[in-house]
């Protein structure tokens, strides 16, 4: 290996590090609106820097600003070292178990690119890591968040973070059963349990995706139901954040974290939102490919697809924009004071969209250039940016399922969840297995 | 009409009349030598016989009265006094006065025989306020009488003692009840007593006293002079005696007449009284002073002038003989609120039903007759009437009540003209007959 | 005995008694205003309207209707009702809508009959007539002529009680508006009572003007300690406060009455002068701390000078069980010490007597101290305390209650005093040791008055500051002289008094009821065992 | 004991909750939706605090003593008010003022709104009508315990909040309206 | 005893007056009987009962002053505000009324100005509405001191009236009915 391939691998566990991080403060932020336009409420609009809210964003800035000047408050009855390091856990695994998924297809580098390197066509998988276990590797390193959570919870010494911490485990560990059984299914299907394969058998038609033809529809459809329920368990997310109960144990396992300590759990939970989006988006939605263009076509195809894109961004953004400036007659800015601040919003969103705009125009540029055959984007970087996109567009319709999710149903009862677990998903999942497997038999012997 | 008696009134017309001098001419103080010379019992039993009843109003037998007085040896030491009830106030009354007026020696006799009969040293005659004329005369009767020796000392050598005193009162018509009577004698408010005891047994001044009419007095020498018998052959079997009657109102002959007990009513006021105006018909007669009840002409046609008779016909009472005629140009709206202020000007305040309810009656009668009342307003006087007649303490209250009930039972159209019907209330309500199209008795909170 | 029949239930009554006080017995409350036990009838309010079922006529007013026997009458009639609901329908016409404001209201009468008899809803259509509000008519009354019903009782008061005659009804109809002869004022000590006996809000009580709504106070029945009278009373009383004193009915004493300095003495239990804190020789030290001061300064006196050296002044404002603990006490450890009686009223009695309740001796419980004394046998007087003061050879005296000091007048003060009391006095200024005794309000105990009649006394609030009844002080005075035998609760030492006292024989504390019991006056030749009436330990 | 109610029986189809869960992700999902599309009308949502809602007329907000027409208040301290508060949180002092023919007024009227549970008894119980709970002031708010004991001289001080909403105030002032603003067919209820 | 409305004389008896009370009260077995004569005879002297006069009356009589309010305020008659010289007491009650009452009161209101009290500013008359008379049968009638007039007219009210302006004395206590008296006259 030399310091070219260590570079390389280093640049993607810093992207795999950043895409996760940079989502969490998002997602957070998306969380609170979305809830409160869920709930016909404004949600966060009171932050602002120079008047400018951005729609409740500064929120998430003051709070990162203000969980780092917090105290850290640490229970003298503590046990030090769990207690410690109980936070730390699962933000790790949360990241960790993103090393295996990949955001694109391969990104080749021909040979000679820049002057003499590469030697050869460099193929770059993009993955921290291609390992054999591929999706073995995940539920190895995810059941692993759930120690976090009990030393947490027998680390703080506290009742109710030990009830918390108990109750997590157990249903984690319920959960995480049939998880494992519903991603069976899926590696029958695939014939792999290698998530860049899973993710090449998926491109082209949506019906090459996992919930879709190549598991006989029904097989992948109640695998998927399956999955992401087990998903919403793993993540302690309403309808299932019993360890959490606040009417019954305050905040759970995290009742005596504070500051950043609680930031890790709190970061966490959403590090694991996002990594289980992934996954689902990576074995039943077509992980980075977009729908009907196969790697192959889009980027023989790249001129039209981004003078397309350009194209279409500009009258969509103009439209924000618009929206944007009508805006500035709402009664809010009729009833602050005229020389508030806040009153040059309009126009801030008004800049925003015309930039947007015109990023598409410089995008529609960069197709038309390479139309013209000036190549001032190189065909592969533009397909790995557009499943990048694919990628991130994709997971984040699933965070918004989670926050959908949250705000609409109630918490479960205890004793319902561990009903729902074991009497009704395991063997569900159970006899899932046998359906898959039935289904890859006919499928090998009669429709190969 | 020739059929007139003149028993009380004999003296009348002759000049001078309350001259001792031209009195004793004509047959004054010729009673009192004989009646001396009679027993005190034998004076009573005479007038017992003669079946005497009491001519203010209450019409209750004299000589029982007297009969009810204690003898010497129950009085505990205590004297006797008896009270001459001057205090003529009943609206539609006057005979007293004129009794007084024109032949003062007549009752000044009859006192001085009674007082004897019962025991009495002392008799005062308790004349009203406004009767400062009258007093003057009967001061000096009595002088003159007591000059001759009629009165005062060792009456004509017999050893009598009989003081006769006059009493004036200040202008209040309750006085004219008995108790009220004593206790405006005894210097207090007229407010009368509770009964028992009654005065006959503890009156002024806490000694038995005997309270009697002025016309009472004036029969009784008739009746000592001539003979129970003889008095007996007028008027009815249970209405002995003549009686003396004031006529006011729609007639063309008003004043002081002293009929036979027993002669048609009708005949009465259309040939003695000289009958209603010309062109006018009768609609009704409140035969016995304000408070009886009224008397519609049918009734009238089909009543004698006694005090069986009327109430027989009626329900009404000869009471003191005060009859007020009034033709078809009355209103008898305005006719009760009238006498219904008169009672509310007049009653003593001493007790609830009566010191409020007249009061309240009057206020409700007084929109009645400008017409802003409601026919719940009338139910509503006809439930107090009820309330009020025999709750109080005095008979007063009756007195009110009474023509209130009367009026509206025996004229309710008259009312229900001048009243905003709002239909919950019927004629049943106001205690009248309903009449033919009329359905029978309406339901309101007020009649219930 | 007549036997009258009141709804059908047939009930022996004294003659005289009208049927109101007759129904009471029958256990049926007859709705009165007007009608009052010890006022003359005077029958105008007609509330207490009744149907006579037999040896009557029509219907009639309880009140002036004399148990006779034959006599029926009926209150659950619908007449009745009906009567009783037009009759409160009349009252109410011109009443004015003050109970907001009204002082009587939670205890008036008019709300309370209304609710039970009234019809709930108006029909008047007209105005209201009104009368003359707020009439500031005595240093303790103030009369509201609107709120009024004519029900004369305070007239009656007047005349009969009082004899003053200062309030009269004026006018007529409904026009009767009560008032004094303008310009005058009441001149009697029983105004209080005026408030009391009114049914409605018209005369209020100045004192107790808007200090707290009738309903949230609570009653405990008492003895007024203001004079040898002992009027009974009840203490209305709400988280500790006392607010106000009521007469309660005695007829033995007082009747339904009581002065005003009595009724005004409730602002003694929060008086600035209260002694609320045990002093000794170095300051407050707590009472258990003073007491054992005094009982080492007791034993001292009595080792070096004899017994004769210690003086106890028995107390004519403290309880007959203070008095007695206190004697047992000093008795049990010092037998030779001498006591003393001294009688008279102190110079915080207020000065005023009549022939009517106010008695010249203004100390609650003489009577009881003199009875304690003579059964003691060995008690001096005035005179003699007089003399032993000035011989010098009375060393300590303790002190119980009274303004000893004061009522000697000019004479020599022990070396040491000793001052177990309520209220700040010259003895207790002079005294080396002060111990705060319970106000008579706040503690269980009884008092004699000069009829001889033991009254029953209940606490009512807590004891306030560190003050404690006096039999309490008197056992915790033993126990530090030594003497651990003697019963502290009022109730234990009521029972040896009565087993002791030849006048007291036969009595027992809780056996006194309301109304209190006489003592005898010719003592029993043989004791009579009192029933004990402790509690079970 | 509680006691369990018996609802009505459940179909295997409703067991999975499966239609029910939808139904609700559809409710929210509309709401989302309309709310974001929506949010320049700016009815639905409510720019708090800057934009406050008005209060319909029988909101029970912050307590006011209502007064006479000489500035007093009509309260007479009866104490019924503090006798029918469940939550015991009225405190009064009576007192008489010798010049006023009530006679009888509160020296000191205050109301623990820490205690207060907003249940309006006090408004019901009032025979002067001195007490009203219409001042449509919902935030109520203090640094410490005291500043949350609102007495006389505050509530005195309070008006009426019975502001019209905003549709019937823009019918009666069109010039206040925003632009754009329909009076005539205003949209601005939807979504309550 | 003085009083602003008695022009700061001194309110008492003459030593006669006392006199004439102590016979009066003589008839009387209590001497507080004696209360409505005494009054009587205060307001004829005084001419109205202030409470000066009302306190003398009491202490003659031996009562607290005010039971002799008391007494003073129940009777019509008895007078609590000063009245004109001449008092004209018209009846209103049924009888009369029926008889055009109404009539005679509002004719002799326009004649004059009569303040709230019914009197006029020269003090020379006073009006009252009064209740029956025991005149019935002669209304409308009223009252002028101890005078009856009676069958008024308007036209007669106004000659009345003007005899009384001129300074004329009341006449003769007497009633006017003998003159008319149907079954009187001969």
Redesign the interface.
């Given at each position: 290996m030399d310091w070219i391939q260590i570079g390389i691998v280093a640049a993607k566990i810093g992207f795999a590090v950043a895409f996760v991080m940079s989502i969490v403060p998002i997602l957070i932020w998306g969380e609170r609106k979305w809830s409160a336009y869920i709930q016909d409420r404004p949600g966060p609009n009171r932050a602002q820097i120079a008047g400018i809210r951005a729609g409740g964003l500064v929120h998430v800035l003051t709070d990162v600003v203000k969980l780092f000047m917090k105290e850290d408050v640490q229970p003298t009855a503590a046990m030090k070292a769990y207690w410690w390091v109980a936070p730390l856990i699962p933000m790790i695994v949360g990241l960790m178990t993103f090393t295996v998924v990949p955001w694109s297809s391969d990104f080749a580098i021909p040979a000679h690119s820049f002057g003499d390197w590469p030697a050869a066509d460099l193929t770059i998988p993009m993955q921290v890591a291609r390992i054999n276990a591929g999706m073995l590797f995940i539920l190895a390193f995810s059941s692993l968040s759930v120690y976090g959570i009990m030393l947490a919870g027998w680390g703080s010494n506290n009742k109710f973070s030990m009830l918390g911490g108990l109750r997590a485990s157990a249903q984690m560990i319920s959960y995480e059963l049939a998880m494992g059984l519903s991603v069976v299914v899926m590696f029958l299907v695939y014939g792999t349990v290698r998530l860049d394969e899973i993710a090449q058998q998926q491109a082209g038609s949506i019906f090459n995706w996992g919930i879709f033809a190549p598991t006989g529809f029904i097989v992948g459809l109640i695998a998927f139901l399956i999955y992401w329920t087990s998903v919403l368990a793993e993540t302690n997310r309403l309808p299932f954040d019993l360890p959490e109960g606040e009417a019954e144990i305050v905040a759970g396992y995290h009742t005596e974290y504070s500051s950043m300590r609680f930031a890790l759990f709190f970061m966490a939970e959403y590090a694991h939102m996002i990594v289980g989006s992934t996954l689902t988006v990576t074995l039943f939605f077509g992980s980075y490919n977009i729908p009907f263009l196969r790697p192959e076509t889009l980027q023989a195809n790249i001129d039209g697809v981004l003078i397309a894109l350009g194209c279409l961004g500009i009258p969509v953004n103009l439209f924000f924009a618009w929206l944007a400036w009508k805006r500035r007659r709402r009664v809010f800015y009729l009833s602050i004071r005229p020389d508030d601040p806040r009153q040059k919003e309009p126009k801030f969103w008004v800049a925003v969209w015309t930039m947007a705009a015109l990023a598409s125009a410089g995008l529609a540029v960069l197709g038309i250039s390479r139309w013209v055959g000036m190549h001032l984007l190189a065909a592969e970087t533009a397909v790995l940016l557009l499943h990048i996109g694919m990628l991130l567009v994709k997971v984040m319709f699933f965070c918004y399922v989670f926050v959908w999710i949250r705000w609409t149903l109630p918490r479960f009862r205890y004793d319902q969840l561990m009903n729902l677990g074991w009497r009704m998903m395991v063997p569900v999942a159970i006899a899932n297995v046998l359906l898959a497997g039935i289904w890859v038999i006919i499928r090998e012997t009669f429709l190969a | 009409m020739a059929m007139e008696p003149s028993i009380l009134t004999s003296r009348w017309k002759i000049p001078d009349a309350h001259r001792i001098d031209v009195a004793m001419k004509h047959g004054a103080w010729a009673t009192l030598p004989a009646a001396l010379k009679m027993a005190p019992g034998e004076i009573t039993q005479v007038v017992k016989d003669s079946g005497l009843r009491g001519r203010g109003g209450a019409g209750f037998p004299t000589g029982v009265k007297w009969g009810f007085v204690p003898p010497p040896e129950k009085r505990n030491g205590k004297p006797v006094y008896l009270v001459c009830n001057a205090d003529e106030s009943e609206p539609g009354t006057f005979k007293d006065r004129y009794l007084m007026w024109k032949d003062p020696h007549m009752f000044l006799e009859g006192i001085v025989i009674s007082a004897y009969a019962i025991g009495a040293k002392a008799a005062y005659i308790y004349l009203r306020g406004e009767f400062g004329f009258v007093r003057r005369r009967v001061d000096e009767a009595i002088a003159e009488a007591r000059a001759k020796g009629f009165i005062g000392r060792n009456i004509l050598g017999s050893g009598v003692d009989v003081e006769v005193y006059t009493h004036l009162g200040a202008g209040a018509y309750i006085c004219g009840e008995e108790t009220a009577l004593l206790s405006s004698l005894e210097g207090k408010k007229g407010q009368p007593k509770l009964k028992p005891p009654f005065p006959a047994v503890e009156g002024a001044w806490r000694a038995p006293t005997i309270v009697n009419n002025v016309e009472t007095m004036a029969a009784v020498t008739w009746i000592v002079g001539h003979g129970a018998a003889a008095y007996r052959e007028f008027g009815t079997e249970k209405s002995p005696g003549t009686k003396l009657l004031s006529v006011s109102g729609h007639v063309l002959k008003p004043g002081v007449y002293e009929i036979d007990m027993g002669i048609p009513m009708m005949d009465f006021i259309m040939d003695t009284a000289g009958g209603l105006r010309p062109g006018r018909k009768l609609k009704a007669v409140v035969p016995g002073g304000s408070s009886v009840p009224i008397m519609t002409p049918d009734e009238v046609a089909r009543a004698t002038i006694d005090y069986e008779s009327i109430h027989e016909v009626s329900g009404s009472y000869l009471g003191s003989g005060g009859m007020i005629v009034m033709d078809d140009t009355t209103d008898l709206a305005e006719g009760l609120a009238n006498l219904l202020r008169f009672y509310a000007h007049e009653s003593c305040g001493q007790c609830t039903p009566c010191r409020e309810g007249t009061g309240w009656m009057f206020r409700i009668l007084k929109r009645v007759k400008e017409g802003r009342a409601t026919d719940v307003d009338l139910a509503t006087l006809k439930n107090l009437a009820d309330n009020i007649h025999s709750k109080t303490i005095c008979f007063f209250g009756a007195s009110a009540a009474m023509p209130v009930q009367s009026w509206l039972k025996k004229f309710p159209d008259e009312f229900f003209g001048r009243v905003h019907r709002t239909g919950k209330v019927g004629y049943a309500d106001v205690g009248a007959e309903p009449p033919g199209g009329d359905k029978p008795g309406g339901t309101t909170q007020a009649a219930k | 005995m007549p036997t009258v029949k009141v709804n059908g239930i047939e009930v022996e009554v004294a003659p005289g008694t009208n049927m109101i006080e007759a129904a009471r017995q029958a256990g049926v409350d007859i709705p009165h205003y007007c009608y009052h036990p010890h006022l003359p009838v005077a029958g105008n309010c007609r509330m207490c309207l009744v149907d006579v079922e037999a040896g009557g006529r029509g219907p009639d007013i309880a009140c002036n209707m004399q148990a006779r026997d034959g006599l029926a009458i009926r209150t659950d009639t619908d007449n009745v009702k009906r009567m009783r609901r037009s009759v409160m329908e009349f009252l109410l016409v011109n009443h004015p809508l003050d109970c907001p404001i009204c002082d009587q209201a939670g205890e008036c009468r008019l709300q309370d009959y209304y609710m039970e008899h009234g019809q709930h809803h108006s029909r008047l259509a007209d105005e209201k007539i009104t009368r003359t509000k707020r009439q500031d008519i005595g240093d303790l009354i103030i009369l509201d002529a609107d709120r009024c019903i004519a029900c004369s009782r305070c007239v009656r008061f007047s005349d009969e009680v009082t004899k003053t005659g200062e309030l009269r009804l004026f006018n007529r109809t409904d026009h009767t508006e009560i008032g004094v002869f303008p310009g005058t004022r009441l001149s009697h000590h029983y105004q209080g009572c005026l408030a009391d006996i009114c049914p409605v809000g018209a005369l209020t009580n100045k004192d107790f003007r808007f200090q707290k709504r009738s309903w949230y106070l609570r009653a405990e029945p008492s003895v007024c300690d203001r004079c040898a009278t002992g009027c009974n009373i009840d203490v209305d009383h709400d988280h500790g406060e006392v607010f106000r004193y009521r007469p309660r009915r005695n007829d033995a004493v007082n009747k339904s009455w009581m002065c005003d300095f009595g009724r005004l003495s409730y602002k003694r239990l929060a008086a600035e002068d209260r002694i609320l804190t045990a002093r000794g020789p170095e300051g407050a030290e707590g009472v258990d701390a003073v007491l054992a001061g005094l009982a080492a300064a007791v034993d001292a006196a009595a080792r070096d000078h004899g017994d004769g050296s210690v003086g106890l002044v028995l107390g004519t404002r403290a309880t007959n069980e203070a008095n007695w603990a206190m004697l047992r006490a000093l008795r049990a450890a010092v037998p030779g010490a001498r006591v003393f009686l001294v009688e008279g009223n102190d110079p915080d009695a207020f000065d005023y007597t009549d022939d009517l309740l106010v008695h010249a001796d203004k100390n609650p419980n003489t009577a009881g101290v003199r009875l304690i004394a003579e059964a003691d046998g060995a008690v001096g007087d005035a005179e003699a305390l007089r003399a032993a003061l000035a011989d010098g050879g009375l060393r300590l005296l303790l002190v119980l209650a009274d303004d000893v000091l004061a009522r000697l007048g000019e004479v020599r003060r022990p070396e040491a005093l000793a001052f177990f009391g309520t209220w700040a006095n010259a003895t207790s200024e002079a005294a080396r040791w002060v111990l705060p005794l319970a106000a008579a309000q706040e503690v269980e105990g009884s008092f004699t008055n000069f009829q001889g009649r033991v009254q029953r006394l209940q606490p009512a609030i807590p004891a306030a500051g560190d003050s404690r009844p006096g039999q309490v002080l008197a056992a915790g005075l033993a126990r530090a002289l030594g003497e651990d035998a003697l019963p502290a609760g009022a109730a234990g030492v009521f029972h040896d008094l009565a087993a002791n006292v030849p006048a007291f024989f036969g009595l027992s504390l809780a056996g006194l009821g309301a109304e209190g019991a006489l003592v005898h006056r010719e003592p029993p030749t043989e004791q009579v065992a009192p029933p004990d009436t402790r509690p079970a330990p | 004991m509680t006691q369990q109610v018996p609802g009505p029986e459940m179909t295997t189809g409703q067991k999975f909750y499966v239609r029910e869960?939808l139904q609700?992700?559809w409710?929210?999902?509309k709401?989302?939706v309309r709310?974001?599309l929506n949010?320049?009308?700016?009815?639905?949502?409510?720019?708090?605090p800057?934009?406050k809602k008005v209060m319909p007329e029988r909101y029970k907000g912050a307590h006011r003593l209502t007064t006479r027409p000489d500035g007093k208040v009509k309260c007479?301290?009866?104490?019924?008010c503090a006798?029918i508060c469940p939550a015991k949180c009225i405190t009064i002092e009576?007192?008489?003022d010798p010049d006023d023919?009530?006679?009888?007024y509160p020296v000191q009227f205050q109301i623990d709104m820490l205690r207060c549970i907003y249940c309006g008894f006090c408004v019901e119980a009032c025979?002067?009508d001195a007490i009203r709970m219409d001042t449509g002031i919902y935030e109520i708010n203090g640094f410490t315990r005291q500043d949350l004991i609102h007495d006389k001289a505050y509530m005195k001080d309070l008006k009426a909040g019975k502001k019209p909403l905003a549709e019937d105030w823009y019918r009666e002032h069109p010039e206040d309206a925003?632009?754009?603003y329909d009076v005539k067919a205003p949209k601005l209820r939807e979504?309550y | 005893m003085t009083d602003q409305a008695h022009n700061g004389e001194k309110v008492a008896w003459t030593e006669q007056e006392l006199a004439e009370i102590e016979e009066i009260a003589s008839r009387y077995p209590s001497r507080r009987s004696a209360m409505l004569p005494v009054l009587w005879m205060a307001q004829h002297k005084f001419g109205w009962l202030s409470l000066p006069v009302l306190e003398l009356v009491a202490e003659t009589v031996g009562v607290p002053p005010s039971e002799a309010r008391a007494v003073a305020s129940f009777y019509t008659m008895l007078k609590k505000k000063p009245t004109g010289r001449y008092v004209l007491q018209v009846c209103h009650t049924l009888s009369c009324a029926l008889n055009g009452a109404e009539e005679i009161i509002r004719h002799i209101e326009s004649k004059y100005d009569f303040d709230e009290n019914g009197n006029t500013p020269d003090g020379l008359f006073t009006l009252e509405r009064v209740e029956c008379l025991a005149s019935c049968g002669s209304g409308p009638m009223m009252q002028v001191g101890e005078h009856y007039y009676e069958r008024l007219t308007p036209e007669k009210v106004d000659e009345i009236l003007a005899g009384f302006e001129s300074g004329e004395p009341l006449p003769t206590p007497r009633p006017e009915a003998d003159e008319w008296q149907w079954n009187l006259q001969s």
């Amino acid at each position: 290996m030399d310091w070219i391939q260590i570079g390389i691998v280093a640049a993607k566990i810093g992207f795999a590090v950043a895409f996760v991080m940079s989502i969490v403060p998002i997602l957070i932020w998306g969380e609170r609106k979305w809830s409160a336009y869920i709930q016909d409420r404004p949600g966060p609009n009171r932050a602002q820097i120079a008047g400018i809210r951005a729609g409740g964003l500064v929120h998430v800035l003051t709070d990162v600003v203000k969980l780092f000047m917090k105290e850290d408050v640490q229970p003298t009855a503590a046990m030090k070292a769990y207690w410690w390091v109980a936070p730390l856990i699962p933000m790790i695994v949360g990241l960790m178990t993103f090393t295996v998924v990949p955001w694109s297809s391969d990104f080749a580098i021909p040979a000679h690119s820049f002057g003499d390197w590469p030697a050869a066509d460099l193929t770059i998988p993009m993955q921290v890591a291609r390992i054999n276990a591929g999706m073995l590797f995940i539920l190895a390193f995810s059941s692993l968040s759930v120690y976090g959570i009990m030393l947490a919870g027998w680390g703080s010494n506290n009742k109710f973070s030990m009830l918390g911490g108990l109750r997590a485990s157990a249903q984690m560990i319920s959960y995480e059963l049939a998880m494992g059984l519903s991603v069976v299914v899926m590696f029958l299907v695939y014939g792999t349990v290698r998530l860049d394969e899973i993710a090449q058998q998926q491109a082209g038609s949506i019906f090459n995706w996992g919930i879709f033809a190549p598991t006989g529809f029904i097989v992948g459809l109640i695998a998927f139901l399956i999955y992401w329920t087990s998903v919403l368990a793993e993540t302690n997310r309403l309808p299932f954040d019993l360890p959490e109960g606040e009417a019954e144990i305050v905040a759970g396992y995290h009742t005596e974290y504070s500051s950043m300590r609680f930031a890790l759990f709190f970061m966490a939970e959403y590090a694991h939102m996002i990594v289980g989006s992934t996954l689902t988006v990576t074995l039943f939605f077509g992980s980075y490919n977009i729908p009907f263009l196969r790697p192959e076509t889009l980027q023989a195809n790249i001129d039209g697809v981004l003078i397309a894109l350009g194209c279409l961004g500009i009258p969509v953004n103009l439209f924000f924009a618009w929206l944007a400036w009508k805006r500035r007659r709402r009664v809010f800015y009729l009833s602050i004071r005229p020389d508030d601040p806040r009153q040059k919003e309009p126009k801030f969103w008004v800049a925003v969209w015309t930039m947007a705009a015109l990023a598409s125009a410089g995008l529609a540029v960069l197709g038309i250039s390479r139309w013209v055959g000036m190549h001032l984007l190189a065909a592969e970087t533009a397909v790995l940016l557009l499943h990048i996109g694919m990628l991130l567009v994709k997971v984040m319709f699933f965070c918004y399922v989670f926050v959908w999710i949250r705000w609409t149903l109630p918490r479960f009862r205890y004793d319902q969840l561990m009903n729902l677990g074991w009497r009704m998903m395991v063997p569900v999942a159970i006899a899932n297995v046998l359906l898959a497997g039935i289904w890859v038999i006919i499928r090998e012997t009669f429709l190969a | 009409m020739a059929m007139e008696p003149s028993i009380l009134t004999s003296r009348w017309k002759i000049p001078d009349a309350h001259r001792i001098d031209v009195a004793m001419k004509h047959g004054a103080w010729a009673t009192l030598p004989a009646a001396l010379k009679m027993a005190p019992g034998e004076i009573t039993q005479v007038v017992k016989d003669s079946g005497l009843r009491g001519r203010g109003g209450a019409g209750f037998p004299t000589g029982v009265k007297w009969g009810f007085v204690p003898p010497p040896e129950k009085r505990n030491g205590k004297p006797v006094y008896l009270v001459c009830n001057a205090d003529e106030s009943e609206p539609g009354t006057f005979k007293d006065r004129y009794l007084m007026w024109k032949d003062p020696h007549m009752f000044l006799e009859g006192i001085v025989i009674s007082a004897y009969a019962i025991g009495a040293k002392a008799a005062y005659i308790y004349l009203r306020g406004e009767f400062g004329f009258v007093r003057r005369r009967v001061d000096e009767a009595i002088a003159e009488a007591r000059a001759k020796g009629f009165i005062g000392r060792n009456i004509l050598g017999s050893g009598v003692d009989v003081e006769v005193y006059t009493h004036l009162g200040a202008g209040a018509y309750i006085c004219g009840e008995e108790t009220a009577l004593l206790s405006s004698l005894e210097g207090k408010k007229g407010q009368p007593k509770l009964k028992p005891p009654f005065p006959a047994v503890e009156g002024a001044w806490r000694a038995p006293t005997i309270v009697n009419n002025v016309e009472t007095m004036a029969a009784v020498t008739w009746i000592v002079g001539h003979g129970a018998a003889a008095y007996r052959e007028f008027g009815t079997e249970k209405s002995p005696g003549t009686k003396l009657l004031s006529v006011s109102g729609h007639v063309l002959k008003p004043g002081v007449y002293e009929i036979d007990m027993g002669i048609p009513m009708m005949d009465f006021i259309m040939d003695t009284a000289g009958g209603l105006r010309p062109g006018r018909k009768l609609k009704a007669v409140v035969p016995g002073g304000s408070s009886v009840p009224i008397m519609t002409p049918d009734e009238v046609a089909r009543a004698t002038i006694d005090y069986e008779s009327i109430h027989e016909v009626s329900g009404s009472y000869l009471g003191s003989g005060g009859m007020i005629v009034m033709d078809d140009t009355t209103d008898l709206a305005e006719g009760l609120a009238n006498l219904l202020r008169f009672y509310a000007h007049e009653s003593c305040g001493q007790c609830t039903p009566c010191r409020e309810g007249t009061g309240w009656m009057f206020r409700i009668l007084k929109r009645v007759k400008e017409g802003r009342a409601t026919d719940v307003d009338l139910a509503t006087l006809k439930n107090l009437a009820d309330n009020i007649h025999s709750k109080t303490i005095c008979f007063f209250g009756a007195s009110a009540a009474m023509p209130v009930q009367s009026w509206l039972k025996k004229f309710p159209d008259e009312f229900f003209g001048r009243v905003h019907r709002t239909g919950k209330v019927g004629y049943a309500d106001v205690g009248a007959e309903p009449p033919g199209g009329d359905k029978p008795g309406g339901t309101t909170q007020a009649a219930k | 005995m007549p036997t009258v029949k009141v709804n059908g239930i047939e009930v022996e009554v004294a003659p005289g008694t009208n049927m109101i006080e007759a129904a009471r017995q029958a256990g049926v409350d007859i709705p009165h205003y007007c009608y009052h036990p010890h006022l003359p009838v005077a029958g105008n309010c007609r509330m207490c309207l009744v149907d006579v079922e037999a040896g009557g006529r029509g219907p009639d007013i309880a009140c002036n209707m004399q148990a006779r026997d034959g006599l029926a009458i009926r209150t659950d009639t619908d007449n009745v009702k009906r009567m009783r609901r037009s009759v409160m329908e009349f009252l109410l016409v011109n009443h004015p809508l003050d109970c907001p404001i009204c002082d009587q209201a939670g205890e008036c009468r008019l709300q309370d009959y209304y609710m039970e008899h009234g019809q709930h809803h108006s029909r008047l259509a007209d105005e209201k007539i009104t009368r003359t509000k707020r009439q500031d008519i005595g240093d303790l009354i103030i009369l509201d002529a609107d709120r009024c019903i004519a029900c004369s009782r305070c007239v009656r008061f007047s005349d009969e009680v009082t004899k003053t005659g200062e309030l009269r009804l004026f006018n007529r109809t409904d026009h009767t508006e009560i008032g004094v002869f303008p310009g005058t004022r009441l001149s009697h000590h029983y105004q209080g009572c005026l408030a009391d006996i009114c049914p409605v809000g018209a005369l209020t009580n100045k004192d107790f003007r808007f200090q707290k709504r009738s309903w949230y106070l609570r009653a405990e029945p008492s003895v007024c300690d203001r004079c040898a009278t002992g009027c009974n009373i009840d203490v209305d009383h709400d988280h500790g406060e006392v607010f106000r004193y009521r007469p309660r009915r005695n007829d033995a004493v007082n009747k339904s009455w009581m002065c005003d300095f009595g009724r005004l003495s409730y602002k003694r239990l929060a008086a600035e002068d209260r002694i609320l804190t045990a002093r000794g020789p170095e300051g407050a030290e707590g009472v258990d701390a003073v007491l054992a001061g005094l009982a080492a300064a007791v034993d001292a006196a009595a080792r070096d000078h004899g017994d004769g050296s210690v003086g106890l002044v028995l107390g004519t404002r403290a309880t007959n069980e203070a008095n007695w603990a206190m004697l047992r006490a000093l008795r049990a450890a010092v037998p030779g010490a001498r006591v003393f009686l001294v009688e008279g009223n102190d110079p915080d009695a207020f000065d005023y007597t009549d022939d009517l309740l106010v008695h010249a001796d203004k100390n609650p419980n003489t009577a009881g101290v003199r009875l304690i004394a003579e059964a003691d046998g060995a008690v001096g007087d005035a005179e003699a305390l007089r003399a032993a003061l000035a011989d010098g050879g009375l060393r300590l005296l303790l002190v119980l209650a009274d303004d000893v000091l004061a009522r000697l007048g000019e004479v020599r003060r022990p070396e040491a005093l000793a001052f177990f009391g309520t209220w700040a006095n010259a003895t207790s200024e002079a005294a080396r040791w002060v111990l705060p005794l319970a106000a008579a309000q706040e503690v269980e105990g009884s008092f004699t008055n000069f009829q001889g009649r033991v009254q029953r006394l209940q606490p009512a609030i807590p004891a306030a500051g560190d003050s404690r009844p006096g039999q309490v002080l008197a056992a915790g005075l033993a126990r530090a002289l030594g003497e651990d035998a003697l019963p502290a609760g009022a109730a234990g030492v009521f029972h040896d008094l009565a087993a002791n006292v030849p006048a007291f024989f036969g009595l027992s504390l809780a056996g006194l009821g309301a109304e209190g019991a006489l003592v005898h006056r010719e003592p029993p030749t043989e004791q009579v065992a009192p029933p004990d009436t402790r509690p079970a330990p | 004991m509680t006691q369990q109610v018996p609802g009505p029986e459940m179909t295997t189809g409703q067991k999975f909750y499966v239609r029910e869960v939808l139904q609700g992700l559809w409710i929210t999902l509309k709401h989302t939706v309309r709310n974001v599309l929506n949010a320049d009308e700016n009815f639905t949502i409510i720019d708090y605090p800057d934009v406050k809602k008005v209060m319909p007329e029988r909101y029970k907000g912050a307590h006011r003593l209502t007064t006479r027409p000489d500035g007093k208040v009509k309260c007479v301290a009866c104490m019924m008010c503090a006798q029918i508060c469940p939550a015991k949180c009225i405190t009064i002092e009576a007192g008489e003022d010798p010049d006023d023919p009530v006679e009888k007024y509160p020296v000191q009227f205050q109301i623990d709104m820490l205690r207060c549970i907003y249940c309006g008894f006090c408004v019901e119980a009032c025979p002067k009508d001195a007490i009203r709970m219409d001042t449509g002031i919902y935030e109520i708010n203090g640094f410490t315990r005291q500043d949350l004991i609102h007495d006389k001289a505050y509530m005195k001080d309070l008006k009426a909040g019975k502001k019209p909403l905003a549709e019937d105030w823009y019918r009666e002032h069109p010039e206040d309206a925003p632009p754009g603003y329909d009076v005539k067919a205003p949209k601005l209820r939807e979504g309550y | 005893m003085t009083d602003q409305a008695h022009n700061g004389e001194k309110v008492a008896w003459t030593e006669q007056e006392l006199a004439e009370i102590e016979e009066i009260a003589s008839r009387y077995p209590s001497r507080r009987s004696a209360m409505l004569p005494v009054l009587w005879m205060a307001q004829h002297k005084f001419g109205w009962l202030s409470l000066p006069v009302l306190e003398l009356v009491a202490e003659t009589v031996g009562v607290p002053p005010s039971e002799a309010r008391a007494v003073a305020s129940f009777y019509t008659m008895l007078k609590k505000k000063p009245t004109g010289r001449y008092v004209l007491q018209v009846c209103h009650t049924l009888s009369c009324a029926l008889n055009g009452a109404e009539e005679i009161i509002r004719h002799i209101e326009s004649k004059y100005d009569f303040d709230e009290n019914g009197n006029t500013p020269d003090g020379l008359f006073t009006l009252e509405r009064v209740e029956c008379l025991a005149s019935c049968g002669s209304g409308p009638m009223m009252q002028v001191g101890e005078h009856y007039y009676e069958r008024l007219t308007p036209e007669k009210v106004d000659e009345i009236l003007a005899g009384f302006e001129s300074g004329e004395p009341l006449p003769t206590p007497r009633p006017e009915a003998d003159e008319w008296q149907w079954n009187l006259q001969s």
